[in-house]
């Protein structure tokens, strides 16, 4: 199976190699296209072997190294804060009841704020439903 997808990525990669070379050289309006993806692949590959190179590095260091880090008192504190889950509801203080006094007085001051013919429309209404 192993060889078979070596095989096929091989095959693919060599059919692609031609056909590129094949239409650089026959349509000479695509040849500024093709260089530029080229380039492109390029840097993409440097990229990607560079980021392996340095990956291994990491790699390397972290299990090759035989001393131990040793952790200082700050450290440890920030790193048992960081263990702790984070509490996103934050607890509010309880609220005292707090009583709503609805006044119902039969004095005018509802109607204070309107002119005095509309008071009297409103009281004639009032009288005539009562």
């Known amino acids: ?5 070596t095989i096929s990525i091989a095959l693919f990669l060599i059919v692609l190699t ?9 349509k ?11 380039t492109n692949l390029l840097d993409i590959c440097k990229k990607f072997f560079f980021s392996i190179k340095n990956l291994i590095e990491i790699l390397a260091s ?13 450290e440890e504190n ?6 702790q889950p984070l509490n996103l ?19 005018d001051d509802a109607l204070s704020s309107f002119s005095p013919e509309v008071v009297e429309v409103i009281n004639e209404e009032e009288e005539k439903v009562a």
């Open 1 to 5: 199976m192993l060889n078979l997808i």
């Open 18 to 26: 031609g056909w590129t070379f094949t239409t650089y050289f026959i």
């Open 28 to 38: 000479k309006d695509s040849q500024k296209f093709i260089r530029e993806e080229l």
């Open 62 to 74: 972290s299990s090759l190294s035989s001393e131990v880090k040793k952790v200082t008192p700050m």
């Open 78 to 83: 920030v790193l048992k804060e960081a263990d």
């Open 89 to 107: 509801v934050q607890p509010i203080k309880e609220i005292k009841d707090q009583s709503v006094e609805v006044r119902h007085d039969d004095s």
